[in-house]
């Protein structure tokens, strides 16, 4: 039985890993950790989980005795506590972003931080990664954002069809953390719809240098909050540079995702919708629409709280520990 500890379990990430940890049948919960609910029971926090017989515990990275650990950590935090863990021999899976970079001056620059211990890491998007990931000791968890763009530009980037990528992406509330701010305060998101860091948002060079990895292309983002809960939809305008159908983007997807379990190719101008990935580990893929000065359109959907973070820091988890990589995470969304 694998032994695992959650440090920082009180937030939404942490409450979505202890739902799917919860029935892993190859998974103990040791500890999850909070310094603000130390002593209280995780139902309190995490009322979804009532039968889970776990109470918060303020412990010390140092402390932690644990065969693998999820860092659900805010950026900044995770370098200070994640060397101490490796040190220790423990494979780990962080979810902030500081390990998510190769190159620490670009993470430096758009997370405004001197990074204090940087260390070798793989990139947890099992999709691009997978066999890196089931040897490594340390994965950082992508960020939701990313992950819907780079699904949904893979293929193209792969071969080589486009050179400019421009990705518009709604997003729910919880992408904002547990904690409420003026920007997540109800009268100020409901019935709205508001695009922010325009051209400045952190997850912006992570799309880029990834997808540099297949091939060079110029990578433009925009997020949007809208009124959900959970989700992320991301829809991808590019200009292939030869003429195609949509009928062959969608056979190019289908080829490409055809052994991935957790990628979902639609038909031609079929719509991906957040509602039925909804608390899955499920990526839908589709549009694939063209029109007549040749722009392509792809949209993708991802629950920003499961593929986004937690299913696949979970996925990683499986990966890295020998398990079948679908273990816990089968389920479909909650359409409608």
Known sequence: MLQVSIIGASGYTGGELLRLLQHHPQVEVMAATSR??????????????????????????EEIDADLVFTATPHGASMDIVPLLVEQGMKVVDLSGDYRFNDIATYEKWYDLKHKHPLDAVYGLPEMY????????????????????????????NEELVDTLIFDSKTGISGAGIKPTPATHY???????????????????????????????????????????????????????????????????????????????LDSGEIPSLSSVRGSNYCHIGSFQTDDNGRLVVVSAIDNMVKGAAGVAVQ??????????????EFMGLHP
Do not use: W
Not at 134 to 142: D, F
Not at 318 to 326: V, Y
């Open 36 to 61: 603000q609910h130390a002593g209280l029971e995780i139902r309190k926090v995490h009322p979804n989980l009532q039968d889970l017989e776990l109470s918060f515990q303020n412990i010390a990275p």
């Open 187 to 265: 009268p100020n998101c409901g019935d709205n719809v508001v695009a922010y860091n325009v051209t400045t948002h952190r997850h912006m060079p992570e799309i880029q240098e990834k997808l540099n990895e297949y091939s060079q292309v110029k990578v433009g983002f925009t997020p949007h909050l809208v009124p959900v809960i959970r989700g992320i939809l991301t829809t991808l305008h590019t200009y292939p540079h030869e003429v195609v159908t949509p009928e062959e983007i969608q056979m190019l997807y289908q080829k490409f995702y055809q052994d991935e379990p957790f990628v979902r190719v």
């Open 130 to 157: 997978r066999d890196a990931i089931k040897s490594a000791q340390l994965v950082a968890n992508p960020g939701c954002f990313p992950t819907g763009a780079i699904l949904a530009a893979l293929p193209l980037v």
């Open 316 to 329: 990683n988890m499986n990966l890295m520990c020998g398990f079948p990589e679908t273990m816990s995470l």
